[in-house]
């Protein structure tokens, strides 16, 4: 089979020597096994060994190579470059810092996740086996357990944008609400307290990027419903 | 160039399962600990796991961790050493329990226990039949459990260093370990973290071949420090080819897909398994399934226009179980092979998977020389060799190693930190400069060897001489080609000179690393002249005298690769339990 060109336009930026960043227009040509958009990203960086960007597990598990993509955040690991339209536009994760070309600074999202203290808080003993439980209860954790923390959601939130500091983001909303799912866990009226604020939670206004862009397919509106639901049924 | 010091009771470096269940251990127990990982934690090789993780939890079947240590000498083909496999498969239960208890999302039984499935090797009553030892989180048990792990390390408030790359080990005069040089990515600039005791749990280096399953970041960067630092390195020759992956893109499907009840099919639709393995069938050990597709393939009986590969069938299963039991599965095989599981089967070739070998260590996961103990360097998971995997790994076995020796480890270290005295050793300058002048080779470099080029002719040399099968020639030819690789390697170039970020460095110095564990593969492969596990010699057939071409008169070793002059040794296999009788010399049928 021939090969095909395929043309991109990406957001390039060297602090160590552009003064400002800039879009490059790059034409690259593929081979027919080249399906995803990190298979090319791989040529380009072949061609040109400064493109920078960041990836490993090249299966959408690890998270690591999310970015804007034609105006969309997903991975490129999943992205079938055929789906897309051309130029193919990448940019970085919209409302971060930017480090370099498509790496971005991820302080903000993490420190948002551990906010909400993501981990199983149980302080009764521990019995000498597994702690049970039934496989209806096991069930409330999927859609939640799943992410990634790629922060394709949070970045693309405008909520986020604005209050980065100040609302936890529906990647940390999610995992808040997957540990107050979680049987095992005794915390949940702690949970609800450090998020009972003005802006921690209640800056959801249901705009739904959330879900659009989730390569995982879950739904961190629905968990932020849930955990409004919660609130109020503790407050009547 | 300026490097900072910093100091700790312990260093870490990896952050995947085996380095985080140490840094629980070490975190919680108050020492001062740092953990250095080029990833952010989550984003560790473990999280790719799919299957399972082994424990002989019994709670669905009678199970016995004297089963499973049979199984595992047995996948060993008797080349793990003993009392590491008695000692791993006795903590399994307790390791498992308590990853439950940081909050893993186990699938439970209707009594609300954990689920547990069948897995390739795994039988109950000293190798009759599958049982079902396997404890799931759907097919993304890896993902759960490195999950689980970070979220435990954040409560014991670890300290990480994200993206900071490991350049080279520290070692005093007297050999003692002294601590790792690391890079932070973001800056360019280097660190001395000097520590009492350092552990290596950095994982695997499945990108020395073209075809893996493996993250890009499977570089073998403890097993190239460790090498560089002259440590020897143990049974490189044995590799897992993993039977199971998408053709053409490599990505793993979990053999837990065989454990639902998943069939291997050639071209005529044939279950050809039963006639390898008539017992376990598609449950046999990952080498004999491996070998088995490939030699359908050879004889013709391969699929699709190619010929290259056969098909994993799962149509026969309730759409509903898929969904439940492997819902990852289905979204990779439409993602990377196109094809929906439930209505037409998943093309697939073994693909490279797993490191037997590794840096040489105790279970306690000391690191041993020489017949002793390198005072203060330790080693867990994949970039070890305990050796509990020998030469060949079972499934789910690789968890397991991660959470028994990344917290025999802990323990250990735990120990030794306690009984030294609080002042740290100097760090000899020369050391650092060692390591330093390999950042200021790739800074100053003009011209040199391509990365990407060099890389790609290193890994398709490996595919090409040292793959499933292996051939006397193509081995010795393999070893000539590496070496001279390897003088391509020591003069590559690079054009991005940035200090921020500069993955164009991070690739050369990874490549410096991969070097070393393919010349140590190909190399003491080219040695063993005998057929076991997972290396197989057209010069070792199977004949009466020698069943399946093992040699244990002559080759029931270890081996030892040294850097230094590319030299060989070798030790004998621990065939003494810790406890129970010894599990006899057999030959390995499925």
Same mark, same amino acid.
């Given at each position: ?16 020597? *552009? ?45 690591? *190579? ?10 490129? /690991? ?68 799943? &992410?990634?923390? /790629?922060? /394709? /959601?949070?970045?693309? &939130? ?38 009972? *604020? ?11 990027? &959330?879900? *659009?862009? &989730? ?22 | ?92 239960? @307790? ?20 689920? @547990? ?59 003692? +370990? ?13 660190? +001395? ?18 075809? $893996? ?71 046999? $050990?990952?080498?004999? +399934? ?129 009984? @030294? ?170």
């Amino acid at each position: 089979m021939a090969t095909r060109t395929v043309q991109f336009k990406i957001y390039r930026y060297d602090p160590d020597k *552009d003064a400002a960043p800039y879009m490059q227009d790059l034409t690259v040509e593929l081979d027919p096994s080249d399906r995803k958009l990190l298979d090319a990203l791989v040529r380009i960086k072949a061609m040109d060994d400064s493109m920078s960007y960041r990836r490993s597990c090249r299966e959408g598990v690890c998270g690591s *190579d999310a970015m804007n993509i034609n105006g969309k955040n997903g991975l490129a /690991c999943l992205t079938d470059i055929d789906s897309l339209a051309q130029p193919i536009t990448l940019r970085p994760l919209p409302g971060l810092p930017v480090i370099r070309d498509l790496i971005v600074d991820m302080t903000q999202f993490f420190k948002q996740y551990h906010s909400i203290k993501p981990y199983v808080v149980n302080n009764s003993p521990a019995p000498e086996k597994e702690r049970l439980q039934t496989p209806d209860e096991r069930e409330e954790l999927n859609g939640l357990y799943e &992410c990634i923390l /790629c922060a /394709c /959601c949070s970045t693309s &939130c405008p909520s986020f944008w604005w209050n980065p500091d100040k609302f936890v983001g529906p990647a940390g909303l999610l995992a808040a609400y997957r540990f107050i799912a979680d049987t095992r866990d005794e915390a949940t009226n702690e949970r609800l307290d450090n998020l009972e *604020d003005p802006y921690r939670l209640f800056r959801c206004h249901t705009i739904m990027n &959330c879900v *659009d862009v &989730c390569p995982k397919h879950l739904n961190p509106t629905k968990a932020i419903g849930k955990i409004k639901e919660l609130m109020l049924s503790r407050t009547v | 160039m300026k490097v900072a010091k910093r100091t700790f009771d312990a260093v870490i470096v990896g952050a995947g399962g085996a380095g985080m269940r140490a840094a629980v251990q070490l975190a919680e127990s108050g020492l001062k600990t740092a953990v250095i990982s080029k990833v952010f934690p989550t984003r560790s090789h473990t999280v790719a796991a799919q299957g399972g993780v082994s424990a002989s939890l019994g709670n669905s079947e009678p199970d016995h961790w004297h089963w499973h240590m049979y199984d595992t000498v047995k996948g060993s083909d008797w080349l793990g050493d003993q009392d590491a496999i008695e000692f791993m498969c006795r903590a399994a239960p @307790q390791v498992v329990v308590e990853l439950e208890h940081y909050g893993m999302p186990f699938d439970r039984t209707d009594e609300g226990k954990i689920y @547990q499935r069948p897995f390739g090797g795994h039988m109950s009553n000293f190798g009759e039949k599958p049982v079902r030892r396997a404890c799931a989180a759907a097919d993304r048990t890896g993902h759960a459990m490195l999950h689980a792990l970070y979220q435990r390390n954040v409560r014991a408030n670890t300290q990480f260093f994200v993206e900071w790359l490991a350049l080279d080990l520290l070692r005093a005069a007297d050999g003692r +370990v002294l601590g790792v040089i690391a890079m932070e990515m973001e800056t360019g600039e280097v660190t +001395v973290f000097q520590a009492k005791a350092t552990l290596f749990a950095t994982g695997g280096a499945g990108r020395i071949y073209y075809s $893996s399953t493996n993250a890009f970041i499977n570089t073998g960067d403890g097993v190239g420090m460790a090498a560089r630092a002259g440590i020897p390195l143990e049974d490189m020759e044995f590799w897992q080819f993993h039977p199971t992956g998408v053709a053409g893109a490599g990505v793993l499907i979990t053999e837990g897909v065989r454990g639902e009840g998943g069939i291997l099919r050639n071209a005529g639709g044939e279950r050809f398994m039963e006639r390898y393995a008539p017992n376990a069938k598609d449950l046999a $050990s990952r080498d004999v +399934v491996s070998r088995a597709m490939v030699t359908e393939i050879n004889e013709g009986r391969g699929c699709g226009t190619g010929k290259d590969h056969v098909l994993l069938d799962i149509t026969h299963l309730d759409a509903d179980v898929i969904n439940k039991r492997l819902p990852g599965i289905r979204e990779i095989s439409i993602q990377f092979a196109g094809v929906d599981p439930i209505k037409a089967p998943i093309p697939v070739v073994p693909t490279c998977h797993y490191q037997m070998g590794g840096i040489p260590t105790n279970y306690r996961g000391e690191v041993v020389v020489g017949g002793e103990a390198v005072a203060g360097f330790y080693a867990a998971g994949e970039c070890a060799c305990a050796s509990v995997h020998g030469a060949n790994r079972l499934g789910t076995n690789s968890l397991l190693d991660l959470l028994v020796f990344g917290k025999s480890s802990g323990e250990s270290m735990i120990e030794y930190i306690k009984a @030294q005295p609080a002042a740290l050793q100097d760090i000899p300058q020369s050391e650092i400069d060692k390591s330093l002048a390999r950042i200021d080779r790739l800074d100053n470099q003009k011209g040199g060897a391509d990365v990407h080029e060099t890389r790609l002719a290193m890994q398709r040399t490996m595919q090409n001489h040292a793959g499933v099968f292996r051939f006397k020639d193509m081995l010795a030819q393999g070893v000539d080609k590496i070496l001279e690789i390897e003088k391509q390697v020591q003069q590559t170039g690079i054009k991005d000179k940035s200090k921020v970020w500069n993955t164009a460095r991070t690739e050369a110095l990874e490549l410096e690393n991969l070097i070393e564990v393919a010349k140590a593969t190909i190399i003491s492969a080219n040695a063993r002249t005998e057929s076991r596990g997972a290396h197989v010699r057209d010069d070792a057939p199977d004949t009466p005298e020698h069943p399946n071409g093992r040699d244990d008169a002559n080759w029931l070793k270890h081996t030892l690769w040294y850097r230094d002059g590319n030299r060989l040794e070798y030790k004998p296999v621990n065939l003494k339990p810790l406890s129970v009788e010894t599990i006899a010399l057999k030959t390995r049928a499925y």
